[in-house]
């Protein structure tokens, strides 16, 4: 019996699918469908229920599910004891926010580099709430967002904290004084996308300041609202650690205001299954490198 039609059992079952099994293990439908009627062969039964449109196991596929999942996760966790890790090979799909990727991001992607040459990162930089739906749909293996993704089949690992600080470009001529949120209201704001904590936060302070409505223009990309801020399109609330160029080159200044934000709590989150051993590793890798 042959391990790779085994995990392409198990991922027909994850994915709901042969062709998102087939997407998932960059082969071809064909080739799913080939190796689980090998596997059923082997095994002289048959696996899946081919009556119905959706997947769905027979009692012999479900019974199977369980082995097939303590085999696989046995012979990672097998290869990660045993073998050099400089041999550990495959594919890791990792989901990022910007922000991590404006700090110490590339620091990390190094790091698993040189520690395993021979894994290949698929790297996805997306929202908190894009990268909460691709773990919840699998279509990752794991995140660094903020977090913690409040769901039991999730492991989830403090990584860092950055405050936030209010900050405009000095073309807005803003007061070189301590400013309240009444004072900026008649600004124009940038921010993170409707729906994440940042906007919801700016927008909600100025709510519970009974404040005209505000103009908040938002953006999924950091780079650009970052980008927009030095060109004075708005005013913006950012974490100190990715705009300390700007900030150094005189494009943006930090803004006393007398109102404070919490500050963005990342986690490394994954899936707690343990199927896939060497996300424990790359959770510890990204935790030392964050804390440093």
């Not at 990390?108 to 709430?129: A, C, G, M, N, S």
């Not at 039991?152 to 860092?160: A, F, H, I, K, V």
């Not at 705009?243 to 989150?269: C, Q």
Request: charged letters at 20%.
């Amino acid at each position: 019996m042959r391990l790779k039609n085994l995990e392409t059992f198990v991922t027909v079952v994850k994915a709901g699918s042969f062709r998102a099994a087939a997407e998932r293990l960059y082969t071809t439908q064909p080739a799913i469908s080939a190796r689980i009627a090998a596997l059923e062969e082997n095994l002289g039964v048959e696996l899946f229920d081919r009556s119905k449109r959706q997947v769905s196991l027979k009692p012999k596929g479900l019974e199977l599910l369980s082995y097939a999942e303590c085999i696989l996760k046995m012979n990672a966790e097998m290869e990660l004891a045993i073998a050099d890790r400089s041999s550990y090979s495959g594919l890791i799909r990792l989901g990022s926010s910007e922000t991590l990727i404006h700090t110490w991001g590339p620091t990390f992607l190094d790091k698993v580099r040189q520690t395993y040459p021979k894994i290949t990162i698929e790297l996805e930089v997306d929202t908190t709430l894009g990268l909460r739906n691709s773990l919840a749909n699998q279509e990752i293996d794991i995140a660094f967002l903020m977090g913690p993704v409040s769901e039991p089949s999730m492991r989830n690992r403090d990584l860092c904290s950055y405050p936030l600080v209010w900050v405009a470009s000095p073309e807005m001529n803003l007061p070189d004084k301590p400013l309240s949120l009444s004072e900026l209201a008649g600004y124009p704001m940038l921010s993170y996308p409707r729906k994440t904590m940042p906007y919801i936060a700016l927008r909600d302070a100025f709510r519970e300041a009974s404040l005209p409505s505000v103009r908040i223009d938002c953006s999924s990309s950091l780079a650009t609202i970052i980008h927009l801020a030095t060109h004075g399109a708005g005013i913006s609330v950012l974490p100190r650690e990715v705009i300390e160029k700007p900030i150094s080159s005189g494009e943006l200044r930090i803004i006393e205001v007398d109102y404070d934000f919490p500050a963005l709590e990342f986690t490394v989150t994954y899936p707690s299954s343990g199927m896939v051993p060497i996300l424990d590793l790359l959770a510890d890798m990204a935790v030392e490198i964050a804390n440093n």
